[in-house]
């Protein structure tokens, strides 16, 4: 079964391209923090990752979250939250039926208080890795406790407590993954390395075809083109390096088996942040 993917630019940080990948510039460039709007013709509407609200200024006003705003500073405005593009659509905030959390970096679940009736759905390791940490030891795992709803633990979904199946042969070297809806049209599979517990989602899209949501598990589409490695100061970062290296390589290997047939798109991609602008492009290839 199809559903319709669309990307949201919530806002973006400043970062260095050298940690992005090996080679890259002494220079400033901008990270985006994207979010996907699944619309699924029987389950409804559905969020992969929530990207940043202006509540990420709040929740690092005070010390030591505040190391977290000056290290990668922000950029987002009201009008760029998840949900003020999903009121802008005429969507509205009980719609919205489950979140899929990829992981808990502050940039991926920035808006999801915005969001109180929802389902949400993350991989139980990920969530206990998190879910007591305060202070330095948040900020070290980039994460930020305000940006939580005080109920999550009534509301989740353990992803990886479903049984696991197989695969469609069609997208190897991933072999193992969780069918969300039980009809095909969502699996949910690991990406570990980048952040305790992270997971992807391969989708059918209406318009563009089958698509692999990867998170984090690449910062660009050139990263896993030519299998590039991040900075090794960036790789100081990763909570698994030696499986942040296997899942690139992954990555580098799917986009060779089905480059005619299959995107696959990073988060932070500025190729599919491109998708997010008027007429925005979906035509580029893996
Ligand atoms: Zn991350």
């Known amino acids: 079964m199809d559903v319709k993917l669309t990307w949201l630019d919530t806002g973006y940080c400043r970062q260095l391209e050298l940690f992005s990948r090996k080679g890259g510039r002494v220079k ?13 013709p029987q389950h409804g509407i559905w969020l992969f990752d929530t990207g940043y609200s202006p509540r990420f200024f709040q929740a690092t006003q005070s010390f030591p979250y505040s190391l977290y705003a000056s290290l990668t500073p922000v950029v987002t405005a009201p009008e760029q939250s998840v949900l003020a593009q999903l009121n802008q659509r005429g969507i509205a905030a009980d719609e919205v039926k489950g979140i899929l959390l990829s992981h808990f970096h502050a940039d991926h679940i920035g808006g999801l208080r915005d969001f109180p009736k929802a389902r949400l759905y993350c991989y139980e390791s990920a969530y206990l890795h998190i879910k007591d940490k305060t202070g330095l030891a948040a900020v070290r795992e980039a994460y930020l406790p305000d940006l939580m709803p005080a109920d999550f633990a009534e509301r989740v979904t353990f992803v990886d407590r479903l049984a696991p199946v197989e695969l469609p042969a069609r997208y190897a070297p991933y072999a193992k993954g969780y069918d969300l809806f039980g009809d095909q049209s969502a699996w949910v599979v690991d990406l570990p390395g980048h952040a305790q517990g992270q997971f992807g989602v391969f989708v059918r899209d209406r318009d563009h075809g089958e ?75 893996s």
Do not use: Q
């Open 211 to 285: 698509l692999f949501l990867c998170a984090d598990a690449a910062w660009s589409s050139e990263a896993y083109r030519r299998f590039l490695l991040p900075h090794p100061l960036a790789r100081l970062i990763m909570s698994d390096r030696k499986a942040y290296r296997d899942e690139l390589h992954k990555l580098h290997v799917l986009s060779r088996n089905r480059a005619d047939d299959l995107r696959i798109m990073p988060t932070h991609c500025s190729e599919v942040w491109e998708t997010t602008k008027e007429g925005g492009d979906f035509s580029w290839r």
């Open 28 to 40: 400033m460039i901008r990270f985006h923090a994207l979010a996907g709007l699944i619309e699924h």
